[in-house]
């Protein structure tokens, strides 16, 4: 696959499941396989430990991304660097800088010097002392880290690989801090290149793992792999799958964090109380230039020193509430670490020195708490639906201070006798796995309360089954169609009638409204698939008049865009597998409710008797995706508007339903109830009927021609073919789910498509 690198980021470069077809690819947990005799001892794979499947896609897209050879996932980036020094013989010798990360001090002193390994310290970003600690004929491999860890010295990697490849030595550079979208290392003349994956590329600190690229597919290099095998430091294969995952929004998370970082350094460094500000982006930063020179982006991470020495530090440290005192780095949420304190031994950083961890939270929130921090006043300031979202609502782990919500497998809890019936009992409708998606949805949705399901369809059912036999319900015509399907099915066999009312007419719904009869209304804005817009602080008014309830299915738009509580409804509604989730790995539904009132409270009893409950595990894979839910969809928003513009005025395209249009039909109501974009979904009318629609559809190389919606890859469907013969939709509309990827690559592959009409 070819393409901008966020496109082969979104879509794993591309790769389908072998077997299933899938567009996620399956977590292959085997640790040996069935082998044909006859195949040769090198072929196939035969044991998880040298190989697994699971590796394949994230090393192919790693070694893409570094404009490497080939590449390998290790069991941690301790592991990584220790292979490098497991491949060398004794009598070696290794150039090292002197302010690196800790380990690069620590390996060396306490396990490479036994095996006979010698190690020459040069001061960090200096050529001339680089070129000095080179020992003719001895020295292996130059050590760079770039930028340096922590004060983002940044190192001219030509020279650095002319001074190494002059002494018949290998240029290794860690790359963790700045990832392959923001320095290549490899294109500057490095050999290797190193990451501590759990940093950016996974992203989510949730997965401890490591990774090396290659220029070339060489003797060390074979070496190196074959110390992954002998000495076992593997991946997991679920850590692996979750690398993968949350390498798929790299691009947006690091843009963020950048954008997030540079606005951090530049109050820092007009600060009063700080002293130095370390960070490549900032002019005064003594590598700027060449940072200039070497990087896409200057990375999101900052160090700073305090007035005041140690005791200034540590308190700056012991009073920021946004930022987070944990180590690590590179995830969403934002960290701050006194690397003095925390190092553990002979560290050389300065102990005035903080160093933080830029996330993608809200950029104001993150200057507000340094502000503060720094002795600034106390702020009551609302945070923002990007740090609430980012931060899980600021969850931490009351026994460990984990900021990673666990997976709860428990089904059953301990209570004590004389309080049993409080506190968590049963599994199927307690789990502590539940409460921190749910409290993160309620608080987007401004709602008082939140239940998630197995699926969409099962929280659509729950609001009906706990209807009563007589009720009236009142369905928009035009809506997602699995809600069509049970509608039309179950109900009525419970004694529920359902009425249909043409989406988005008010007057019509007006006219169809029962009072003391209707007891819920259903709307979808906007809707599935013709994009409809129904104004839902007037359908709220009509529909409360007549003392009904209205439901709302904001699954297009997420809370991000539209808030339909805030607008008047009473319950909203998600299935939870598109937006929410994001990443095609999660069928799940979720309801927020604008009162905990008698009708909620059935509603969440009968999530309770009728057992639709989310796993666990799909639970905190939920709240992984919402993690990153305002990147996805302000990015899929802004290509959606992109495309839509340009299928607008295409010769091919006989109409572009999308809200953000100033010639759709809806337009004006979208614009007074949607912020921050117009959503991910448009559907397009093709010229030329049914046939010249099929024929699109089936043109369509990037666009993934698969169900769903709302993941970080793009798709296209004829939404006709897909659903029942009951289907009201055109025959010449195609739906589209866009995607994150590079708006260049989308809009070429649309075109492309295009030209089959």
């Known amino acids: 696959m070819d393409g901008h690198p966020d496109t082969l980021l979104a879509q794993a470069l591309g790769w389908i499941d072998g077997e299933s077809k899938g567009i996620v690819p399956s977590i292959r947990v085997a640790s040996t396989y069935a082998r044909d005799p006859d195949l040769a001892a090198d072929e196939g794979v035969w044991y998880s430990r040298p190989d697994n499947p699971i590796y394949h896609q994230p090393e192919a897209l790693l070694a893409r991304l570094e404009g490497g050879a080939t590449a390998m996932v290790t069991a941690s980036g301790m592991a990584s660097l220790a292979m490098v020094f497991q491949a060398l013989d004794a009598g070696d010798h290794v150039a090292v800088p002197d302010m690196p990360y800790g380990g690069l001090i620590r390996f060396p002193e306490m396990v490479a010097h036994r095996w006979g390994i010698d190690t020459t310290v040069y001061k960090t970003g200096d050529l001339d002392s680089l070129h000095g600690s080179i020992v003719a004929g001895r020295t292996k491999v130059v050590w760079v880290e770039n930028p340096s860890n922590p004060e983002l010295v940044v190192t001219d990697l030509a020279v650095a690989a002319r001074m190494a490849h002059e002494a018949d030595a290998r240029l290794v550079v860690d790359s963790t801090l700045a990832s392959p979208l923001a320095c290549r290392p490899l294109d500057h003349g490095a050999d ?53 995952r949350g390498m798929r929004t790299l691009h947006l998370r690091l843009a963020r964090a950048s954008e997030n970082a540079m606005a951090v350094a530049e109050f820092l460094d007009s600060h009063p109380r700080v002293s130095q500000v370390f960070y490549p982006g900032l002019e005064t930063h003594g590598s700027h230039e060449i940072a200039k020179r070497l990087m896409n982006a200057y990375g999101a991470m900052v160090s700073f020193a305090v007035e005041g020495g140690e005791a200034g530090a540590k308190s700056v440290w012991s009073s920021t509430k946004v930022f987070k005192n944990a180590t690590s780095l590179g995830g969403v949420e934002s960290l701050i670490e006194h690397r003095f304190f925390s190092d553990g031994f002979a560290t050389p950083v300065p102990p005035e020195q903080l160093r933080l961890s830029v996330g993608i939270e809200d950029k104001a929130d993150l200057i507000a708490d340094l502000d503060q921090a720094l002795g600034g006043g106390a702020t009551n300031r609302k945070q923002a639906p990007a740090t609430r979202i980012t931060q899980g609502m600021g969850w931490v782990g009351p026994t460990y201070g984990d900021l990673v919500l666990p997976v709860h497998m428990a089904t059953t809890y301990v209570r004590d006798p004389a309080n049993y019936k ?8 307690h789990n502590p796995t539940f409460e921190q998606p749910e409290a993160v949805l309620a608080a987007l949705e401004e709602g008082a309360a939140c239940r998630i399901f197995s699926s969409g369809m099962a929280a659509a059912a729950a609001l009906f089954q706990a209807l009563a036999q007589g009720d009236h319900v009142l369905v928009q015509d035009v809506l997602y169609w699995g809600v069509r399907a049970f509608l039309k099915e179950l109900p009525a066999n419970w004694g529920i009638v359902i009425d249909w009312f043409p989406s988005g007419d008010l007057e019509a719904l007006k006219a169809k409204l029962k009072p003391g009869a209707t007891r819920l209304v259903w709307i979808e804005s906007p809707a599935n698939p013709a994009m409809t817009v129904t104004d839902i602080a ?6 409360h008049e007549a003392g009904a309830l209205l439901v709302c299915d904001n699954t297009f738009a997420t809370p991000l865009i539209t808030r339909p509580i805030e607008l008047g409804a009473d319950i909203v509604m998600h299935s939870a597998t598109k937006y929410l989730n994001g990443h095609s790995d999660v069928v799940a539904g979720a309801l927020i409710a604008a009162r905990d009132d008698p009708f909620w409270r059935c509603v969440a009893a009968i999530r309770h008797l009728a057992g639709a409950i989310l796993g666990p595990f799909e639970a905190w894979l939920l709240m992984r995706g919402l993690r990153t839910l305002h990147v996805r969809v302000e990015r899929a928003s802004e290509n959606a508007q992109a495309l839509a513009e340009f299928l607008d005025r295409h010769d091919a395209v006989e109409e572009a339903l999308y809200p953000g249009l100033a010639s759709f039909a809806g337009h004006e109501i979208a614009r007074r109830q949607m912020t921050g974009g117009f959503g991910g979904m448009l559907s397009l009318r093709v010229k030329g009927g049914e046939a010249a629609a099929k024929r699109v559809w089936a043109a369509f190389r990037l666009f993934k021609t698969a169900t769903s919606l709302g993941g970080v890859e793009s798709l296209v469907e004829h939404r006709a073919s897909v659903e029942d013969a009951s289907s009201t939709v055109a025959r010449d509309l195609l739906r589209v789910s866009v995607g994150i990827e590079h708006i260049d690559d989308l809009m070429a592959d649309m075109n492309r498509a295009l030209a089959a009409a």
């Open 192 to 244: 290797i290149v190193l990451h501590s994956a759990t940093k950016y590329l996974n992203g989510h600190s949730d997965v401890v793992c490591g990774a090396l690229v290659t220029g070339k597919d060489d003797a060390f290099w074979q070496r190196l792999t074959s110390m992954r095998m002998r000495s076992g430091a593997v991946l997991g294969p679920f850590e692996t799958w979750l690398l993968l």
């Open 422 to 429: 409080e506190g968590m009992s049963y599994g199927r409708d």
């Open 538 to 543: 007037a359908a709220a008014g009509i529909v």
